[in-house]
């Protein structure tokens, strides 16, 4: 039992052991191991600060450097195996560098905290899986410009409330979700410009070691990764606010919230739009799945999952939130809970991003089927109490008026618009004919009459 | 390929093989194999229900139930492995069950629907975790129990606005976490009460096989596994209710999430409590950790994380419920995501209460620190005026303000109450004497006057 | 301004007036104003008891009574008017009783808080609203009774993941809502039944007043009322949990969010289902809109904002258990931001109820739409893998694929089964002909052969 | 009720008069009134774009603009009042604008709709309430710049765990509340730069009148406002993800939840450092209350506000996404109910933040009480370690457990550190002496040999 509380890097003043259960439940090791590389980082900036402040010998720093350097190879090629006993990733990669230097390791570990070393994982964490998410996105936005072009003069139905309301282009159509999911990108990419992995907090009071040390160390760490972050916003400006803030990791966590209720609108409609009474697209068959009892059914699984998915992603935002709420200064051990809804955020979508991109040019329209909604003459009424009001003048709220009295006409004598006599459309308006009727209700004069919105697709390179 | 496709429960109609990252996305094994030992019951009862109606043979039945008899043993035992490239459990166990018996295999999941086994494994979850849960509670109300009897003559400071307020028993302070969480447990109790995993709805329009066959089949097995559930309850009702409902789950969400936040409140007090500032209680050094950098800390991290779980269990509770949202009946794949939220609910309650029943059993008082508190004077303000009040019959708005103005005098002018000479108290009211003072401001007098309350500790047996 | 900080119920200690943005801030009376009855009531109880333990006279008793009967009478008539200088209604009614009996209004809040007051008000809040809120209930359950059986020979298209799954009789359709709703009445019904208004908590240490006083003073005044409450249970148990809990408040919020997710469920199908493009239902158009822009729009308003507001209660909710987290004992200021999410969930949900019991008597089927849908032969898959496994006695997996592969046939050849000649037909099973076909491809056929499920509409009397 | 009915932008085409509770439930006017300014906005640019697109004559402008202006003197003066019998703050404007100039009005109405309108609306309320929320913010931060300079060299004891860490500097602590709201601030700032009022996009589909009218009728406006926004982003890109769009919402709740977040922490921590047993620092009495039943308490109503509402402003957030969860294109009713948690959330921190920034500087430090703690030599522990590591070489491990021990044995025997001889110090390192000891347990000490920070304050200029 010793011999294990030593592995533990604190414990020097405790008497009795740790409580095997509460050391179980209070390990992070099992889902942080996720940040080993980004902690192996931490320790190369700090072994060459610690040198440079003469607390380790050359020596000393080469052996350190080449035990994390040995780590590090074996995280890149996807081969690092945490140790399950550990209490988390700091202690772990601690324990290893002592297995491969012996008691120098014992050094490794001198005048930092693991609150400084957690906030830099993190914030690594979420430049590198922010930059990742970028990419995804950005595959997703071209996948809905391919679709967009392909299909740029199809026409298709579009709804409020559900309920048809006028015929636009499809590209519009498609294009909404374009536009929502450019904004998601922005939001992320400017919050990766604000991001910076700090170091030199101490626990909560910074270190003995000069700032200098670490701006050097720093410094030739990131060129080596070939990193350019601005040194001067690396450093810690405020170590109690550095150690005990989590804003970030809120402000990803909301960006992601935002993200998925653009994909959970853009499932839903797919959802609709591919049921068997809308019908207006299919969808790729290799995304959807059957029923173990049904033998007819191809089921919109991916989308269902991605809208389900959205409880999850609001669920980790507000944990995080909730779990923030009202904590005092400075670290606290509630923080650690901070990673699993991070994680869990990041890996959902991303997975979400990887299949979509894909799914999208899978989408094909059901043009017959869309045709066919167009013959509903309720499509055309705004065009028509628009043409009423440009070209003859009337107040718009009157023409509105008429042809809802006009659309109940038709309704109730059962007969369509499109086959009433002048001179039964002349009651309503001397200026109504059958072959104005004919001009206006058509989905092409709808288009080409809304003069308001550019229709150029816009160019995006990532 | 075509093989594997085999292997899945539907498919018949599909051309394309199933995209391989859509596939990983949409399995539910990984998380699902939870429920292995309730679907083993769904189909023990299943296939009794299918001989009883003459769909398989005695010996058929025969061969089934011993297949599922054995995965049931491996379950009970701790050695059943899922196959990770399983879709989910249901499969899993299909798949193993035609390892076992062959093609026979094919008929276990005749006249079924995993929608109907998914909801009913999920019921048999949450009557035996809930039940669990049931245990592990009292375990915890016997723990408060017992602090509160340990220290019954102990009197403590109470706190509104985290000022000084009155003195209390001790008893009283924990017993209010005791009734608190005896709520909690009548909450859970209350809903178990309403479970029955009901079964017969197949996708959501019910089966060929009579009501009265699955009844029977249910009534063997229940005695069997020794459970009284009433049968009439265990028979669907309507059967997409049953298939695409999920209030159950939310209902136990919001009951342990009710319980966190009894948790959460209990944690911060004897963080609180425990500081060198307060100091009022122990707590045991086994659930306390230290820090790698700060070598004098003992830090309450058990009480920290029951804090910031606090987050999860929220979180989890909005997942789902944000997941369920405006779903369309019946079944939808969004409610695969009912599971992860649940699971994780439960887990990490459960691992808290089974530390908090030990870690409170810990817990001691300082008296000496609580009885240098008692000295303040304020502690005796409210008495002091109800004593003006009951036995001086004033108003008792005027008894405040006067003792608000004692206190204030008091402080200006740095003397003690309990030193005012009779003199310097009559002015304030004859009645004021540094008799009066003396009687009135000792905590034994303080809790003696309190007659409103009954202060018998409660018996609990689960 | 003294004379305006007189009128507080504290403040004999504070030199400088409040800050009066913050008393602004802090202010409950715009919304606690709600309470007003209740906190007649604690008063008419509090002033019983004082008598009986001889803090007030005979004579006092009635006067205060009397004042307080008065303002009652005007809560009762819908004719109270608060003030909204007063910090809150304990305050206001204070004030407005020593308007009517001058300096003796001094007395009413003697050895009583308003954190005792606070907390049975909302109790009794609850208690009121929460039966208001069961008759409404209530009043949907009949609604959709009475719905089920005006339509119970009916079929409907019955949908799983918004594909066509299998024909069902529409009450099994409207039937669910019910079955979920009844549940939510249930729900409700058993937490009223755990509610009791409690008084004597002081403001944590109780009071001086003797447990019998309240005793009788509480079964006067219940009895009064006609209210059968256990008396014992209306005592304090403990003053700490007393005066600082809300378990009571999240549990209806609780209740309510399931109650809200069902209703959200109800208002997309119905959405769904009265587009153009399902069409199976009218909504009544009392309770559509139209558009400004759009003349031949009928929006379903009502079902939108009944699915809207699921966010706001849910929001209600996660409010309040934010806010709980972590509270320490006993009573803190931020418990006052209770109210505002309780008093917005029953509201939005009273009027929800009351309108949807009118909704619901509005909708009627759209017969020749839903049996167009019945053409669709994918809809009889499952009875057809039925059949072959009831009475060709095939392994359902295998009759599952080949109805799966005679579907995909049909689609192929562009040939509907139900015209497939019998030569067609036994190349898949020599059991299939033209005639079986015509038998089971029939809805009636697939109500009649589901024998699991008990179709008799419940009785349902509140 | 015919008359009632044409005062409704929409209505033509319904037989039925709106069922009035209905009506009611749905009307937005009680809260959308806050719109009415930025109504007026778009209806002025759109009575100049109608003009210009020959819609309405130069008189018909003229006399529209007037009765425009005229509305917008009233709201600018705080003089306008909503007509509760409006459905909504368009339909009020558009009935008061014809109660001016009588059917002229049915002509303001004219090729535009409300979807478009709301959406311009909100983002204008969002730019102008985004605005007040920096400059108050920028009042807090201001008076937190104010508090670090007023006590730049005292010193106070720094916790993590809630357990005493290290001593730091008074600034350190309270510039670490500077910089997390000074990332709020430019959360917001960033925010706000993305902003820009859209209009002309119709109901989904855009408008006839042409880009280049909405373009001139805009820049002349935003002359007149003096409002610089870029044209090209106050038109229309996409009209359906233009109405059926509010992340932006989403995006300054996100913001507002993580300042609401900050500012529960500071108040957590103002709240405990007033307590009797921290008494660090001293609350403003203008800014605290009694109670009414305990004449000595002196309560932090306001900070405790200030976290009790963090439930509120996290729930606002979570209401909204919540709501647009899966919902369909474009427009739906559901997004009515955007507005209540945006002003409910706007309207609080605005309240929170106008009354921090006084109370800040109505707090004092206790330096007494402060340095009574820093005898507590726990709190040297840290330096003593990194003493050894940098002056002694020790590994720092080593020295962690060193330090520790000797915090024991001080402990078990009673002994300050302070006190100990040499020769009982000697045998926990050579290098230990009485004189080392009291250079190092040094509260200045232990600000001096922290050189990875700089302490130089910003300069912070709104």
């Known amino acids: 039992m010793k011999k294990k509380m030593s592995k533990k890097m604190w414990g020097g003043r405790f008497k009795k052991p740790v409580d095997k259960a509460f050391a179980e439940f209070s390990k992070s090791i099992q889902y942080d191991y996720r940040l080993a590389e980004y902690d192996i ?73 693991r609150n400084d070393q957690i906030v830099f994982d993190e914030k690594f964490y979420c430049i590198d899986e922010g930059q990742k998410l970028l990419n995804l996105l950005s595959e997703v936005l071209q996948s809905l410009l391919w679709l967009s072009k392909k299909n740029k003069n199809k026409l298709i139905v579009g709804y409020t409330h559900l309920q048809r309301a006028q015929i636009i282009p499809f590209s519009d159509y498609s294009m909404a ?37 670490y701006r050097k160390a720093l410094d030739k760490m990131l060129k080596l990764k070939a990193r350019s972050f601005s040194l001067d916003q690396c ?153 009423l009001a440009m070209e003859k003048k009337m107040p718009f709220k009157k023409a509105h008026d008429l042809v809802g009295k006009l659309i109940r006409y038709s309704e109730d004598k059962k007969i369509k618009i499109r086959n009433m006599p002048d001179s039964m459309l002349s009651k309503f308006h001397p200026g109504l004919t059958a072959q104005v009727i004919k001009r206006v209700m058509n989905p092409h004069y709808v288009i080409k009459v809304k003069k308001s919105i550019s229709r150029k697709l816009p160019t995006f390179k990532k």
Chains 1, 2, 3, 4 share one sequence.
């Open 177 to 213: 979700f374009f536009y929502m999911l450019k904004r998601d990108f922005d939001r992320i990419a400017n919050f990766l410009g604000t991001l910076c992995p700090a170091l030199g907090a101490g626990a909560l009071a910074g270190t003995p070691l000069r700032r200098g040390a």
């Open 235 to 387: 450093l810690v400006k405020n170590p109690l606010d550095t150690v005990s803030e989590r804003d970030f990791i809120v402000e990803l966590l909301s960006a992601l919230a935002i993200l998925q209720m653009h994909l959970s609108r853009f499932a839903e409609d797919l959802i609709l739009y591919s049921t068997k009474e809308f019908n207006y697209i299919n969808l790729p068959e290799d995304f959807c799945t059957g029923s173990s009892l049904m033998p007819h059914k191809k089921n919109p699984d991916f989308l269902e999952l991605v809208r389900g998915y959205t409880g999850r992603i609001y669920g980790n935002l507000l944990s995080l939130l909730a779990t923030l709420k009202g904590l005092p200064l400075a670290y606290n051990r509630d923080m650690q809970l901070d990673k699993e809804p991070l994680f869990s955020s990041v890996e959902v979508i991303k997975d979400e991003l990887k299949i979509m991109a894909r799914f999208i040019r899978g989408i094909s329209l059901n043009t017959n089927q869309i045709n066919k909604a167009f013959e509903d003459e309720g499509l055309y009424a705004t065009e028509l109490a628009e043409f």
């Open 41 to 113: 980082y931490h320790s190369l900036i700090h072994v060459d600060a610690l040198h440079r402040e003469g607390v380790i010998t050359k020596g000393e720093r080469g052996k350190l450097l080449e035990a994390l350097g040995d780590i590090l190879y074996e995280i890149k090629k996807g081969r690092f195996k945490f140790t399950a006993a550990a209490e988390d990733i700091h202690t772990d990669i601690q324990n290893k560098v002592e297995k491969k230097v012996g008691t120098l390791a014992l050094k490794l570990h001198s005048l930092r905290s």
